[in-house]
């Protein structure tokens, strides 16, 4: 490794560990702001013992099974905290002895089914988007039979399981601005205390507006127990999203004030020491090791999270469910089911994830009202979507350390699609705009190397003078850098450009709804990978990151080296190889825009190489051409080492 190239990894590391650094720091800030909270909240800091409690009792494999008959651990519940607890009452409730009705209805982009079980959505559909690849693949559905989708819960004669709703579409003239269709819900328990419900939609998009009004139409007041609204259970759409793609998002305020975007799913936790769905089942493993199951394991298992949450989002690959209340929740519980045949000491295989949003308890005096208003997105992943439900919303793409970067990449490519029709020649564009972007870099990087093949033989002729005093080889070759004006670090910047840029289109490419089942040429599905012939031979060959490896290789080998031969022999070798076997089965998106940026590289090398040899290159010769330097090999070398040695 020549000192170029240890310069580069010493500065790669010194930045990992500012990140590490960073981190650590805002961590610590964090808990630290966190503990003076508690300390001014000993309520709270008795409910936050409880919790800690929960989670390492699940780390040990035992917490998630011994679970009371309500889902909750013991040691969630609180009676310092006037927080909906998960459980509705002591006795099971009394169904409405009325059979179910439902109504559908919605808009052209957002088809809903309302169940008179509690005024809630027993499921939806999403018309512009197929299931399958199939020409006759029925719609993307959610289906909330099991828990539909904005019931109450703790609230006796108003849940989905006892409440009877009455079910009627709203007059058209009686919908508020701006709402293009509504349906309105009734409900009146035993002890006067009415609901009614009205959801209103837009005439396009995936948002359904509630708002709910508790009136006491009793003589005496009445108290609205601590209530949750719930959230239907998610799964994965297609067969080919992993279940490591479900989760639950929420944003939360920190004590310090700031916002967090907190995710859990099956190796991440809200909040460091937390309890992740592989561990709400007492599952071993994680992280680059799959979770695997426990004896004795439950099929379903909950956690809890406490706070001022603004929304929770429940999400697969490509599409999620939002729910934003006007008025903040005080509480979290996530509720995740896996798949019932998974066998003892196999992976955990996730089926659902679901979860219901608290509210505090109040009370409400004879003719009193109490309105409660939410959101509710049920749609794809996507940015402009998500976008008109609020700026923080977007944090639901996960985009990561680069989001801004993913959010702008992200934006230029739709903005693209817009004038070519066809998603893979989008990417193609995309990938011309980002080349000419790093276009002024990368010619003076490639003009940087050629310089440094030219002075090869003189630096050649210092490491053989100054053998024995490294020190002064290395004033020397800095002054021979100085005269000649090369910087051996240059030919490296359009690679450490290149990486957020290639980490960044790995993550939009993979994740973005617009590249489902996005044909280009032999491709189906440009957020799959290729797969071809699978059918025939029995695995899929994926050609996008072949190509991928002969363009690094033939990138490697016109690129001029000023290293040692056997390195650069290996580096062009070693590299192509890897980058092949880790994106074999990325998103063939991801492989074309590589492919493509690393073919106009070439073309790129080769014009200037043509026309570094009509102008005599860098030697301000007309019609002279500079030679590069003769490799040397592992021979030469040798004999070459046996002369010196000989005195020859």
Not at 25 to 41: F, S
Not at 64 to 91: F, I, M, P, R, Y
Request: proline share 6%.
């Amino acid at each position: 490794m020549n000192k170029s190239e240890k310069a580069i990894v010493a500065i790669l590391v010194a930045l990992l560990c500012g990140w590490f650094w960073f981190t650590k720091k805002q961590q610590a800030e964090y808990e630290k702001a966190y503990a003076q909270y508690l300390a001014e909240h000993p309520e709270l800091a008795a409910q936050a013992e409880g919790g800690d409690s929960e989670a390492s009792g699940q780390n040990d494999g035992a917490g998630a099974a011994a679970q009371g008959s309500d889902g909750v651990a013991a040691g969630q519940k609180s009676a310092s905290l006037s927080a909906w607890d998960g459980t509705v009452d002591n006795a099971a409730p009394t169904p409405p002895a009325v059979p179910e009705r439902t109504l559908e209805a919605g808009n052209d982009d957002l088809r809903i089914v309302l169940t008179s079980r509690g005024g809630a959505v027993k499921s939806a559909t999403l018309p512009g988007y197929p299931r399958t690849l199939d020409e006759n693949s029925p719609p993307v559905s959610f289906d909330f039979s099991s828990s539909p989708a904005l019931s109450l819960e703790g609230v006796s004669g108003l849940g989905a399981a006892d409440g009877d709703f009455s079910l009627s579409e709203i007059a058209p003239e009686k919908l508020p601005r701006g709402a293009a269709g509504g349906v309105e819900a009734r409900c009146r328990t035993a002890s006067g205390l009415s609901l009614v419900r009205r959801a209103t939609w837009a005439s396009q998009g995936f948002a359904v507006k509630v708002e709910d009004t508790f009136v006491n139409e009793g003589a005496a007041p009445v108290g609205i127990d601590a209530m949750a609204v719930a959230l239907g259970p998610v799964s994965s759409v297609s067969a080919a999203d992993l279940d490591r793609d479900l989760g639950v998002d929420a944003s939360i305020e920190r004590p310090d004030g700031k916002r967090e975007t907190p995710q859990q799913s099956l190796s991440a936790a809200f909040f460091k020491g937390g309890p992740t769905f592989a561990s709400a089942f007492g599952a071993a493993g994680g992280g680059c090791q799959a979770a695997t199951l426990p004896p004795g394991a439950p099929v379903s298992a909950q956690t809890r999270l406490d706070g001022r949450i603004d929304w929770v989002a429940v999400r697969e690959r490509f599409f999620v469910e939002v729910l934003t209340p006007g008025t903040a929740g005080v509480s979290l519980e996530t509720r995740i089911e896996r798949a019932a045949d998974s066998q003892t000491g196999a992976p955990i295989s996730l089926s659902s994830v679901g979860g219901a949003l608290g509210f505090a308890s109040s009370q409400l005096a004879p003719g009193q009202s109490l309105a409660r208003s939410y959101s509710l997105y049920l749609g794809p992943k996507k940015m402009s979507e998500l976008r008109k439900e609020g700026a923080g919303h977007l944090a639901i793409m996960r985009f990561g350390t680069w989001s801004w970067f993913c959010r702008y990449l992200l934006d230029l490519l739709n903005f693209i699609h817009r004038f070519v029709p066809n998603y893979g020649w989008a990417i193609v564009v995309l990938t011309l705009v980002v080349r000419l972007v790093m276009l002024p870099i990368s010619r003076k990087s490639a003009r940087s190397m050629r310089k440094m093949a030219e002075i090869q033989p003189q630096i050649k002729a210092l490491q053989e003078k100054y053998k024995d005093d490294p020190r002064k080889l290395q004033q020397e070759q800095m002054r021979l850098y100085s005269e000649n004006h090369v910087n051996p670090l240059s030919g490296c910047l359009p690679m450490l450009l290149q990486l957020p840029v290639f980490v960044a289109l790995f993550t939009v490419l993979r994740s973005a709804v617009e590249l489902r089942y996005a044909p280009w040429l032999w491709i189906a599905d440009l957020s799959e990978p290729e797969n071809c012939f699978r059918e025939t031979i029995g695995f899929g060959v994926n050609f996008l990151p072949i190509a991928m490896a002969v363009t690094m290789t033939l990138q490697s080998r016109l690129t001029p080296s000023a290293g040692d031969a056997q390195q650069q022999k290996m580096m062009t070798v070693m590299m192509p190889v890897m980058m092949l076997v880790m994106c074999y089965n990325f998103a063939s998106a991801l492989g074309l825009y590589w492919s493509v940026s690393q073919a106009l590289a070439i073309a790129g090398m080769l014009w200037a190489r043509r026309g570094a040899g009509k102008t005599g290159g860098n030697s301000g010769q007309p019609g002279v051409t500079v030679e590069p330097p003769v490799r040397e090999t592992r021979q030469m070398r040798r004999e070459r080492e046996r002369r010196g040695a000989a005195g020859v």
